[in-house]
């Protein structure tokens, strides 16, 4: 018994010294939390209402945290600690995200993460965020500009909830099609294109099984006109409950759910 006395002992006094580690948030309670002072005060205050914004119409928040120190800890498992600590999200659904930025001093150089709650684990899985670090910031980040990488990827949260383009279609919009690899699957395409067609200038007819013209039948083989269901529809919709008073901060909210960061 005595074993298990001190080993719940020794874990209460660990992660009472992490919580201390963990700042508290900013007063009066607000969305972006810039302790670096790294963004001006208007880019602050037009990313705290757009997050805000969100917020009231889908119960879902979406925090920016900027912090220079992390008391030695990955950034990771930081942001967990941080948003379990600040409870961002709605209790019961889990609905948070952070995006911890941990800028060098010198601002060149940084790490962040984009860390989900519970709620979001299947909505915002480790891939999407992966690449909305990867797309969204790093580029912008190493360009020094931190206020269009952090407006960027939380838009493309935004959007990808909302319902605006599917992950797949973001990827396309990002990863364009280098060069060389452009022209390997247009000659690829126009060697299909030619082979079908004499196929069936052979058998006498422009058309391919069942009496379907030539060219719609090469209309549906391509995939044309295929519809794409976008896979975020689990973010709760707002209850209209929020908007009477000012932001009042994290809603219990729990983490650990996943995410996914970079370097540069």
């Given at each position: ?37 790294l963004l001006n005060a208007g880019d602050v205050q ?219």
């Amino acid at each position: 018994m005595r074993k298990y006395i001190l080993i719940i002992l020794a874990f209460s006094i660990f992660t009472g010294t992490l919580a201390q580690d963990i700042p508290n948030p900013m007063q009066p309670p607000r969305m972006v939390n810039d302790f670096s002072e790294l963004l001006n005060a208007g880019d602050v205050q037009r990313l705290e209402t757009k997050l805000q914004e969100f917020y009231y119409q889908s119960s879902s928040q979406i925090y920016i945290v900027i912090l220079d120190d992390l008391g030695g800890y990955p950034i990771d498992e930081f942001s967990f600690l941080l948003g379990e600590k600040w409870g961002i999200g709605t209790r019961g659904k889990d609905n948070g995200i952070l995006i911890l930025l941990n800028p060098s001093p010198d601002r060149q150089h940084g790490d962040v993460f984009i860390a989900t709650g519970y709620g979001l684990e299947a909505v915002v899985p480790d891939a999407h965020t992966n690449r909305i670090v990867e797309y969204d910031m790093i580029p912008r980040f190493r360009e020094l500009d931190y206020y269009g990488g952090l407006n960027a990827a939380s838009s493309t949260i935004m959007d990808l909830a909302g319902g605006e383009y599917t992950m797949d279609e973001y990827i396309q919009r990002n990863q364009p099609a280098s060069g060389p690899v452009s022209i390997i699957v247009t000659i690829l395409f126009i060697m299909f294109v030619l082979s079908i067609f004499g196929r069936a200038r052979r058998r006498g007819q422009y058309a391919m099984g069942h009496n379907l013209p030539f060219w719609a039948a090469l209309f549906l083989a391509s995939g044309a006109g295929r519809s794409h269901s976008g896979s975020f529809s689990n973010f709760s919709s707002g209850s209209g409950s929020f908007g009477g008073g000012g932001f009042g901060g994290g809603m219990g909210g729990s983490f650990g759910g996943g995410g996914a960061g970079g370097s540069w």
